[in-house]
């Protein structure tokens, strides 16, 4: 299975600032057809995940301008350029490149 | 609109069953992938299962495999899962989600509210 670590788990960030969170797969996400299935959600409180990147670097429709996905292989960032209060949650990184599917742990955006 | 609605949670005991049902409108049902997803209370996400668009790919979670049914009706535009020998340890909220190679990159585009599965004595 691929596992999927995320860093940091935690990460407290003043509103207006931006925020980044690392996701680390334990092996290519390079699927045979070239494409590499990463993809980002968050989850406000008490809320179901919702899609924001797709592919590294897609922003799924409706969302903010502001989040923005890159990597390539096993290292995939997610940015916030300017961190808002609807932002806070737990945001995951997932892989779609192989079954099972895999989560990262989560990392709990919350403002300080 | 798109909407995701599943249901048939609830409290059950050791060893017993439960079918949720899951509901759908505002796409193609029909030629979407589809899974089950779970969450433990206060803890991350799970991925569970996999139904291809016609049903003819499955895959599970090794935690379920053996277990755990899914299955879909394309007429009715819903999807199942059957939980059979439940345990502790599968008390969860149990969302249905799209996440179709056709579309947004596999990604899980479409989820629903969820249903609470507790298993307990």
């Known amino acids: 299975d691929i596992v999927m670590t995320q860093t940091p788990l935690s990460s407290p960030v003043t509103l207006g600032q931006p925020a980044s969170i690392s996701c680390r797969s334990s092996?290519?996400?390079?699927?045979?057809?070239?494409?590499?299935?990463l993809s980002w959600l968050q989850q406000r409180p008490g809320q179901p995940p919702r899609l924001l990147i797709y592919?590294?670097?897609n922003r799924f429709s409706g969302v903010p301008d502001r989040f923005s996905g890159s990597g390539a292989g096993t290292d995939f960032t997610l940015k916030i350029s300017r961190v808002e209060a609807e932002d806070v949650g737990v945001y995951y990184c997932?892989?779609?490149?192989?079954?099972?599917?895999?989560f990262g742990q989560g990392t709990k955006l919350e403002i300080k | 609109e798109v909407q995701l609605v599943e249901s048939g949670g609830g409290l059950v005991q050791p060893g017993g069953s439960l079918r949720l049902s899951c509901a759908t409108s505002?796409?193609?049902?029909?030629?979407?992938?589809m899974n089950w997803v779970r969450q433990a209370p206060g803890k991350g996400l799970e991925w569970v299962s996999y139904?291809?668009?016609?049903?003819?790919?499955?895959y599970y979670a090794d935690s379920v495999k053996g277990r755990f049914t899914i299955s879909r009706d394309n007429a009715k535009n819903s999807l199942y899962l059957q939980m059979n020998s439940l345990r502790a340890e599968d008390t969860a909220l149990y969302y249905c989600?799209?996440?179709?190679?056709?579309?947004?990159?596999?990604?899980?585009?479409?989820w629903g509210q969820g249903t609470l599965v507790t298993v307990s004595s």
């Open positions: 997932t892989q779609a490149t192989q079954f099972p599917r895999t």
């Open positions: 505002g796409f193609t049902f029909s030629s979407s992938e």
């Open positions: 092996q290519s996400l390079v699927h045979s057809d070239g494409n590499t299935y």
């Open positions: 139904i291809s668009s016609s049903g003819t790919n499955i």
């Open positions: 592919k590294i670097s």
């Open positions: 989600a799209r996440a179709d190679s056709g579309s947004h990159g596999r990604g899980f585009d479409y």
